[in-house]
Protein backbone atom coordinates (compact mmCIF):
# COMPACT_ATOMS: atom_id res chain seq x y z
CA UNK A 1 0.00 0.00 0.00
CA UNK A 2 1.82 3.29 -0.93
CA UNK A 3 1.13 6.69 0.86
CA UNK A 4 0.01 9.69 -0.85
CA UNK A 5 1.08 12.98 0.63
CA UNK A 6 -0.98 16.09 -0.59
CA UNK A 7 1.07 19.59 -0.83
CA UNK A 8 -0.59 22.69 -0.97
CA UNK A 9 1.02 25.54 -1.85
CA UNK A 10 -0.80 29.26 -0.90
CA UNK A 11 0.58 32.31 -2.23
CA UNK A 12 -0.80 35.49 -0.51
CA UNK A 13 -0.49 38.54 -2.78
CA UNK A 14 -1.57 42.19 -2.31
CA UNK A 15 -2.07 45.27 -4.32
CA UNK A 16 -0.94 48.79 -3.47
CA UNK A 17 -2.95 51.41 -4.84
CA UNK A 18 -1.92 54.67 -4.14
CA UNK A 19 -4.66 57.35 -3.77
CA UNK A 20 -2.68 60.38 -2.50
CA UNK A 21 -0.95 62.97 -4.71
CA UNK A 22 2.90 61.64 -6.26
CA UNK A 23 5.04 64.52 -4.95
CA UNK A 24 8.15 64.88 -6.71
CA UNK A 25 7.02 62.86 -10.15
CA UNK A 26 8.52 63.70 -13.57
CA UNK A 27 6.62 62.92 -16.61
CA UNK A 28 8.73 60.87 -19.29
CA UNK A 29 9.28 58.26 -21.61
CA UNK A 30 9.79 54.37 -20.29
CA UNK A 31 11.58 52.51 -22.34
CA UNK A 32 10.10 49.49 -21.54
CA UNK A 33 6.71 50.65 -21.67
CA UNK A 34 7.11 52.87 -24.00
CA UNK A 35 4.67 55.43 -22.95
CA UNK A 36 4.57 58.65 -21.16
CA UNK A 37 4.86 58.06 -17.92
CA UNK A 38 5.06 59.11 -14.14
CA UNK A 39 8.63 58.35 -12.79
CA UNK A 40 10.38 58.42 -9.69
CA UNK A 41 13.76 58.73 -7.80
CA UNK A 42 15.14 55.14 -6.61
CA UNK A 43 14.53 56.78 -3.04
CA UNK A 44 11.09 57.85 -3.76
CA UNK A 45 9.93 54.42 -5.08
CA UNK A 46 11.79 52.59 -2.08
CA UNK A 47 9.23 55.61 0.33
CA UNK A 48 6.38 54.34 -2.29
CA UNK A 49 6.50 50.61 -1.60
CA UNK A 50 7.89 50.92 2.02
CA UNK A 51 11.13 49.30 1.52
CA UNK A 52 14.85 49.74 1.92
CA UNK A 53 16.75 51.61 -1.32
CA UNK A 54 18.59 48.90 -1.34
CA UNK A 55 14.97 46.65 -2.03
CA UNK A 56 14.68 48.93 -4.97
CA UNK A 57 18.50 48.03 -6.33
CA UNK A 58 17.79 44.63 -6.21
CA UNK A 59 14.56 44.78 -8.54
CA UNK A 60 16.31 46.68 -10.66
CA UNK A 61 18.97 44.50 -11.40
CA UNK A 62 16.39 41.63 -11.40
CA UNK A 63 15.09 44.06 -14.08
CA UNK A 64 11.48 44.22 -12.65
CA UNK A 65 11.23 47.74 -12.29
CA UNK A 66 11.40 49.75 -15.63
CA UNK A 67 13.62 53.26 -15.73
CA UNK A 68 13.35 55.96 -17.90
CA UNK A 69 16.19 57.12 -20.23
CA UNK A 70 17.21 59.70 -17.41
CA UNK A 71 17.11 56.90 -15.06
CA UNK A 72 14.01 57.88 -12.53
CA UNK A 73 11.76 54.79 -11.66
CA UNK A 74 8.33 54.05 -13.64
CA UNK A 75 5.56 54.56 -11.42
CA UNK A 76 3.68 51.77 -13.59
CA UNK A 77 6.75 48.99 -12.93
CA UNK A 78 6.18 49.92 -9.16
CA UNK A 79 2.62 48.56 -9.32
CA UNK A 80 4.06 45.34 -10.45
CA UNK A 81 6.82 45.17 -8.48
CA UNK A 82 5.02 45.65 -5.30
CA UNK A 83 2.81 42.11 -5.32
CA UNK A 84 6.09 40.57 -6.87
CA UNK A 85 8.32 42.01 -3.57
CA UNK A 86 5.48 40.69 -1.21
CA UNK A 87 6.59 36.92 -2.68
CA UNK A 88 9.60 37.26 -2.56
CA UNK A 89 9.91 38.45 1.04
CA UNK A 90 7.50 34.90 1.84
CA UNK A 91 10.45 32.69 0.10
CA UNK A 92 13.40 34.24 2.13
Not at 5 to 17: D, L, Y
Request: hydrophobic share 40%.
Amino acid sequence: MTGRTRTTITIHTRQRIVVRPLHETVSATCERCGVEALTVTANKAAEILDITPHAIRELLNADQLHTSSSGLICCNSLVAASAIYEIQIKEE
